[in-house]
């Protein structure tokens, strides 16, 4: 069983084959993939998404590159998507078409819980400069946080330094950031604290990983794990437990090798499980089961296996 935690399966890319692209994820061994928003929009067409098919589920969120929408009424209208998923049917206008196997199926629940995360939030310090924008950024982050903590919902959080660089002000600043709001949980026995949220696509130095899961968050691990190149950061991979790693395509970014250069799909989930095996000398049966347990226990789903 694998699991993609971090899939843009919304986006225009996978318009002409969705359905097909949901189908190879089964054949190979994806269970549950996770469709993480960008603003308001992205998080209507996540939830459209999710209630097509029992194995999709929706974050919901603004990433802090897609801002321009954000206004006073932002956060209520992310808590009002939040209380429609899990108690009553959402209104799919323009629904996306559903995929065979949920046609095959019959309909997909309209009360299913489909938001299992607040996401993709965080900051952004590589396409944004101005000091003024990055207050901006941080603001934006510190109320979805506290929705975060009102509906009981981790976070998946976006980090992303000026130059790409693998630390400077952006992971200062969200540490920072995380162990206010993390403090705050813990003292307030908020079950959170236990199960915040992950860093996606994890970019950062060991110390910054370390910090973070000393805050019990887990690390995302992406397709450049597998990449000639990314020697430092399996380094730092082989440093972790893995019991504390998710694995994400990102797609249709982030392509692993040996399909670099092609459009990503969760389907591709395993070269990076394969490749996460290879650090820690194991087995991707073994990969594949921990990661997926990891997702059961920070989204709150069941255990199937």
Request: proline share 5%.
């Amino acid at each position: 069983m694998l699991t993609d935690t971090h899939c843009h399966l919304d986006f225009s890319k996978f318009d002409d084959d969705r359905d097909a692209v949901i189908q190879r994820a089964h054949e190979a061994g994806v269970e549950r993939i996770v469709i993480p928003a960008l603003d308001y929009e992205s998080s209507l067409a996540a939830l459209r998404l999710a209630a097509s098919h029992p194995s999709l589920f929706a974050a919901v969120g603004y990433h802090p590159t897609d801002l321009d929408q954000w206004n006073e009424t932002s956060i209520e209208n992310l808590r009002n998507l939040i209380l429609e998923s899990s108690g009553k049917p959402l209104e799919l206008q323009e629904q996306v078409s559903p995929s065979r196997a949920s046609r095959d199926h019959g309909d997909a629940p309209a009360i299913k819980n489909q938001v299992i995360a607040i996401g993709e939030i965080g900051l952004d310090y590589y396409w944004v400069k101005e000091p003024e924008k990055r207050t901006f950024q941080q603001e934006v982050l510190r109320q979805q946080l506290q929705l975060a903590q009102d509906v009981n919902k981790p976070v998946i959080i976006h980090m992303r330094e000026e130059n790409d660089s693998w630390f400077g002000q952006a992971s200062v600043d969200l540490l920072e950031m995380l162990a206010t709001w993390h403090s705050a949980l813990h003292a307030s026995n908020h079950p959170l604290a236990e199960k915040p949220g992950v860093l996606h696509s994890f970019n950062g130095n060991l110390e910054t990983a370390q910090k973070a899961i000393a805050m019990n968050f887990y690390i995302g691990v992406t397709g450049p794990v597998t990449y000639k190149n990314a020697a430092e950061k399996r380094a730092i991979i082989r440093q972790l437990p893995i019991t504390k790693l998710l694995i994400e395509t990102d797609a249709p970014f982030l392509t692993p090798a040996p399909h670099r250069g092609q459009r990503n799909e969760p389907a591709f989930v395993a070269y990076i499980a394969d490749k996460i095996a290879e650090i820690h000398d194991t087995t991707r049966e073994h990969v594949a089961r921990v990661t997926s347990l990891n997702a059961i226990r920070l989204f709150g789903w069941e255990a199937e296996f």
